[in-house]
């Protein structure tokens, strides 16, 4: 079983802003896979999750109901609840220091300033893979927390949908071909 986390804020408040790019990411590969999946997502470990099946593999999607600053609680639980080992995590997550329409995927690193993959990273360690999807650069008059927290604006949008679209090919990649066949392909994204 593989676990593909995408972080976010739980809440009607949070929906849609740049820092839900992760739970957009999960929710993307619900409605790909939802033929085969339970259709329904349920809480476990403090998350919402869904079990499906993706290129013959059984996944495990999650969105963390923890807050972002906070998401390793509820990884650290599922890895352990499901069994699901370390090296079959892949966390979806924004990224403000690339452009809206770009992602880069890494096999493991630094959290790189994201709160989610740090918390993360302080349960697990930071041998995981992870998708980081461009939320666009703060602008200089914004403050960081209400730029993340912002609603996407009618410009960004299409690129971030544009990117989002990529996520379940990008699964499919992953599980049949690994990070490196993605790292080839999506990274020029």
């Known amino acids: 079983m593989y676990l593909f986390a995408g972080l976010g804020n739980p809440g009607q408040k949070y929906a849609g802003t740049r820092h839900n790019l992760g739970f957009m990411a999960a929710d993307k590969l619900a409605a790909f896979c939802g033929s085969t999946g339970d259709g329904a997502w349920k809480v476990k470990c403090k998350a919402e999750v869904q079990k499906v099946t993706l ?5 495990l999607l999650a969105k963390p109901q923890t807050f972002m600053n906070l998401s390793g609680e509820s990884v650290q639980g599922l890895l352990a609840f499901y069994k699901i080992p370390v090296e079959n995590l892949l966390v979806f997550c924004d990224d403000i220091n690339l452009a809206c329409g770009t992602m880069r995927v890494r096999p493991s690193g630094s959290a790189g300033g994201q709160n989610g993959l740090k918390n993360i990273i302080e349960h697990i360690g930071q041998n995981f893979a992870r998708v980081r999807i461009g939320s666009g650069q703060c602008p200089p ?3 960081l927390i209400n730029w993340v927290l912002s609603a996407i604006n009618k410009d960004d949008l299409p690129l971030c949908k544009q990117t989002l679209d990529k996520v379940p090919s990008l699964c499919e990649v992953y599980l049949t071909k690994g990070i490196a066949a993605v790292q080839n392909i999506f990274n020029h994204y």
Do not use: L, S, T, Y
């Open 55 to 59: 290129a013959n593999a059984e996944v």
């Open 141 to 143: 008059n914004w403050d």
